[in-house]
């Protein structure tokens, strides 16, 4: 089966705008988590979505957000981009309880210039 | 709080040799264990978990990985290994949160290369 989709693969943005990106999920998954990836802070966690409600949420400023539609895909996006939101941004799925068939996207590259 | 630590920023073998990729925890209760791999501007693919039960677990790649209660540790091996293992390798620990829902905390990951 399909695994995890996260497009757009790269994107080139400017200072100050704002940028949205998509993941969707292994068929039947309903959880989707977000998270960044950067040479200085590593992976972290940035929220999870489970049935269209945002159950978990990161240590990261309001400017990122997301929201999870009814067949389960996620958006997250990110207002006034500034230098340091260039990252790996990395969804996973899964079932929504434990961990089974938690699975990661091969993520969307953001360069914010 | 929960965290990982991985003690090696980089590690070099040479093909054919054995590996073991270092993880110290700290987590309050029974920790969900993982490791992941990375390859160059991909994402993490899963190589092995531990929940309960024995505590060494089998992976795929060849990989296996022993918890350490003791020790808080969870450290990665591979008796011989190959040039495309060349990666960076993540352990991690999972949380079950109040709300629901889960989250990984990561090492800093442990870049490998092989040599030839």
């Known amino acids: 089966k399909a695994g995890v989709t996260q497009t757009p693969r790269y994107l080139i943005k400017t200072r100050g705008q704002q940028v949205t990106l998509s993941c969707s999920p292994i068929s039947g998954h309903r959880s989707v988590s977000w998270y960044q990836q950067t040479p200085g802070q590593g992976l972290q966690f940035l929220f999870e979505?489970?049935?269209?409600?945002?159950?978990n949420k990161g240590n990261f400023p309001g400017r990122f957000s997301g929201r999870q539609f009814s067949n389960s895909r996620s958006e997250m996006n990110v207002s006034t981009l500034e230098l340091g939101d260039s990252a790996l941004y990395l969804c996973?799925?899964?079932?929504?309880?434990?961990?089974?068939?938690?699975?990661f996207g091969s993520g969307t590259r953001l360069t914010v210039v | 709080a929960q965290s990982v630590t991985q003690p090696d920023i980089h590690i070099t073998v040479s093909e054919g040799a054995s590996l073991e990729l270092r993880c110290n925890y700290s987590y309050g209760a029974t920790p969900y264990l993982f490791w992941y791999v990375q390859s160059p501007g991909q994402g993490l693919q899963l190589l092995l978990k531990y929940f309960s039960g024995d505590t060494l677990v089998q992976g795929i790649k060849g990989f296996e990985a022993e918890f350490k209660r003791s020790q808080s540790s969870f450290n990665l091996r591979k008796p011989s290994v190959h040039w495309s293992d060349a990666a960076e390798y993540f352990c991690?620990?999972?949380?079950?949160?109040?709300?629901?829902?889960?989250?990984?905390?990561f090492g800093t990951g442990t870049q490998l290369k092989v040599e030839l």
């Open positions: 991690a620990v999972g949380t079950i949160l109040t709300g629901g829902g889960n989250k990984l905390t």
């Open positions: 979505y489970f049935s269209e409600t945002q159950r």
């Open positions: 996973a799925s899964s079932l929504g309880r434990d961990w089974y068939g938690y699975t």
